[in-house]
């Protein structure tokens, strides 16, 4: 299978699944926001950012590593295997330790703690199930990541669903997160083992030495992204309180709704990526090029219609008593335009082997970001926190940019460019027929942008190609299933 089509089969599997699981949790948030308020969403909220915290020291890096390795070469796939299951269940025991150890010293509210303790124990299963994950994604097997994305949202949105329909709080929604990771991790061992055999577990020391040693710095990258986008959640808890964090996760979770264009596709791409790095540069130049029209596409795009449409988004999402959480959608949609070519930077980084300037640079966010969070959440609460991660993406991108930029050359200048006129005309559009209904306007907008996108030569036949390569693959996906 060439390039282009097995990035098109991998985003589609992943966007296929990803339209399914976001949908599920979409749901699953607004429906816990209206049936338990405010506070108690806050405190679920919390609780959910420090457990994918926790969950990226767990998997340390490993899963990166292999995935990059096996992907240039599937004849590593049993050594990977036997050291990375053992590996995989130290750091997930360490992880979960450390986590309650945390939880203890925080001194949350005591229904807080609680249900801190019983997400540690999902927390352990939900690392274990990345032993085999990984495979899914070296072998470019995507289909069977999607198919455990969706069951693991299914399983919470229809258990958590009926017991909040039944008046179970916080404690009981926290039960359901440890049952359904342990479903999936015995999920992930079924898959696996149909795909490959799996090999008798035996550890190499020297192996192992070269996997942490090299996994360290892809660790360190994924604990410094993650706690980049979950700190100012954790710190708002702590500086602010429970309530304030229900109504800046409200808006986070629209704008991590449509972040996933973006996260889905350099997650489908990355082992094309690192298949192309050392195959000469010109491939992987022309590679990464398509990708950042298309990633700018998106975001020229979706930051002006959110931001316009913020008010009625929220409303129809959330309801009137979430009033507060249209300032912080009208704030946080602006971190799409540098998060959207900063992915594709940070990438391309961990493909070509510059794992160690990436952390450095993941490193500088996450400082950066703490101190601004520090300085601005007592000041402006919320308004502070998203400032703050609008600011801290900035230098990210433009850092991440500035070492790319040096081996690899890309038009990036000239293609932002030719979506500016594009996005001009939707602004317009939108502010003089505002009194357009709502679904009318947005599809008058959506035809006006991509018209004035082919016009500059925003859109090229590569782009036309790639989008709809991945709409009938698409559409055979759904067919096949169903």
Same mark, same amino acid.
């Given at each position: 299978?060439?390039t282009?089509?097995?990035?098109?089969?991998?985003?589609?599997?992943?966007?296929?699944?990803?339209?399914?699981?976001?949908l599920f949790?979409?749901?699953?948030?607004?429906?816990?926001?209206?049936k338990l308020?405010?506070?108690i969403?806050?405190?679920?909220?919390?609780?959910?950012s420090? !457990?994918?915290?926790?969950?990226?020291?767990?998997k340390?890096?490993?899963?990166?590593?292999?995935i990059?390795?096996?992907?240039?070469?599937?004849?590593?796939?049993?050594?990977?295997?036997?050291?990375i299951?053992?590996?995989?269940?130290?750091?997930?025991?360490?992880?979960v330790?450390?986590?309650?150890?945390?939880?203890?010293?925080?001194?949350?509210?005591?229904?807080? $703690?609680?249900?801190?303790?019983?997400?540690?124990?999902?927390?352990?299963?939900q690392?274990?199930?990345?032993?085999?994950?990984?495979i899914? =994604?070296?072998?470019?097997?995507?289909?069977l990541e999607?198919?455990?994305?969706?069951?693991?949202?299914?399983?919470?949105?229809?258990?958590?669903?009926l017991?909040?329909? &039944? +008046?179970?709080g916080?404690?009981?929604?926290s039960?359901?997160?440890?049952?359904?990771? %342990? $479903?999936?991790?015995?999920?992930?061992?079924?898959f696996?083992?149909?795909?490959?055999k799996i090999?008798k577990?035996k550890?190499?020391l020297?192996?192992?030495?070269?996997?942490i040693?090299t996994?360290?710095?892809?660790a360190?990258?994924?604990?410094?992204?993650?706690?980049?986008f979950?700190?100012?959640?954790v710190?708002?808890?702590?500086?602010? +309180?429970?309530?304030?964090?229900?109504?800046?996760?409200?808006?986070y979770?629209?704008?991590?709704?449509?972040?996933?264009i973006?996260?889905?596709?350099?997650?489908?791409?990355?082992?094309?990526l690192?298949?192309?790095?050392?195959?000469? &540069?010109?491939?992987?130049?022309?590679?990464?090029?398509k990708?950042?029209r298309?990633l700018?596409l998106?975001?020229?795009?979706?930051?002006?219609?959110?931001f316009l449409?913020?008010?009625?988004?929220i409303?129809l999402?959330?309801?009137?008593?979430?009033? =507060?959480?249209v300032?912080a959608?009208?704030?946080?949609?602006?971190?799409?335009?540098?998060?959207f070519? +900063?992915?594709?930077?940070a990438h391309? %980084?961990?493909?070509?082997?510059?794992? &160690?300037?990436?952390?450095?640079?993941?490193?500088?966010?996450?400082?950066?970001?703490?101190?601004?969070?520090f300085?601005?959440?007592?000041?402006?609460?919320?308004i502070?926190? +998203?400032?703050? !991660?609008?600011?801290?993406?900035i230098?990210?991108?433009? %850092?991440?940019?500035?070492?790319v930029?040096?081996f690899?050359?890309?038009?990036?200048?000239?293609?932002?460019?030719?979506?500016?006129?594009? $996005?001009i005309?939707?602004?317009l559009?939108?502010?003089?027929?505002?009194?357009?209904?709502t679904?009318?306007?947005?599809?008058l907008?959506?035809?006006?942008?991509?018209?004035?996108?082919?016009?500059?030569?925003?859109?090229?036949?590569?782009t036309?190609s790639?989008?709809?390569?991945?709409?009938?693959?698409?559409?055979?996906l759904y =067919?096949k299933?169903?």
């Open positions: 299978m060439n282009k089509k097995t990035v098109i089969k991998n985003i589609s599997s992943l966007f296929g699944a990803q339209i399914l699981t976001t949790t979409s749901i699953l948030f607004i429906y816990i926001a209206r308020g405010d506070e969403f806050g405190k679920y909220s919390f609780i959910l420090l !457990t994918t915290i926790f969950l990226i020291i767990s340390f890096g490993i899963n990166a590593v292999a990059r390795d096996v992907a240039r070469d599937t004849s590593r796939l049993n050594k990977y295997i036997k050291n299951i053992v590996l995989q269940l130290l750091f997930s025991t360490l992880s330790i450390i986590f309650i150890v945390f939880v203890t010293l925080l001194n949350m509210p005591p229904d807080t $703690t609680h249900a801190s303790y019983i997400f540690a124990g999902g927390l352990f299963f690392s274990m199930s990345f032993a085999f994950r990984w899914f =994604h070296a072998l470019q097997i995507m289909e999607s198919l455990e994305r969706v069951s693991e949202r299914f399983l919470l949105l229809t258990m958590s669903g017991l909040l329909w &039944k +008046g179970y916080l404690i009981s929604l039960l359901v997160f440890l049952i359904t990771q %342990l $479903t999936i991790f015995a999920l992930s061992l079924f696996a083992s149909r795909k490959i090999p577990i550890l190499n020297s192996f192992c030495k070269y996997l040693r996994a360290v710095f892809f360190l990258c994924e604990m410094l992204w993650i706690i980049y979950k700190i100012d959640i710190m708002l808890a702590k500086l602010k +309180g429970e309530t304030e964090v229900g109504w800046y996760n409200a808006a979770v629209v704008v991590n709704f449509v972040s996933l973006s996260a889905l596709s350099m997650q489908a791409v990355f082992p094309v690192s298949n192309l790095y050392g195959k000469g &540069k010109n491939k992987l130049e022309e590679t990464a090029e990708l950042f298309y700018i998106s975001a020229f795009f979706i930051v002006p219609v959110v449409f913020s008010d009625k988004i409303a999402l959330y309801g009137s008593d979430y009033s =507060h959480s300032t959608l009208k704030i946080l949609i602006f971190v799409l335009i540098f998060l070519p +900063g992915n594709l930077f391309i %980084l961990a493909s070509s082997n510059r794992h &160690k300037m990436l952390a450095l640079i993941n490193f500088i966010g996450v400082i950066v970001n703490i101190f601004l969070n300085i601005l959440i007592p000041k402006l609460s919320y502070g926190a +998203g400032l703050s !991660t609008i600011i801290t993406e230098i990210l991108c433009f %850092l991440l940019y500035n070492v930029s040096k690899l050359k890309l038009k990036s200048l000239k293609i932002i460019l030719s979506f500016l006129p594009s $996005t005309a939707i602004i559009i939108i502010t003089i027929a505002s009194n357009l209904p679904i009318p306007l947005i599809i907008v959506f035809l006006v942008y991509f018209s004035f996108a082919c016009l500059t030569g925003g859109i090229t036949k590569e036309l790639l989008i709809s390569g991945i709409i009938k693959k698409q559409s055979s =067919h299933d169903y």
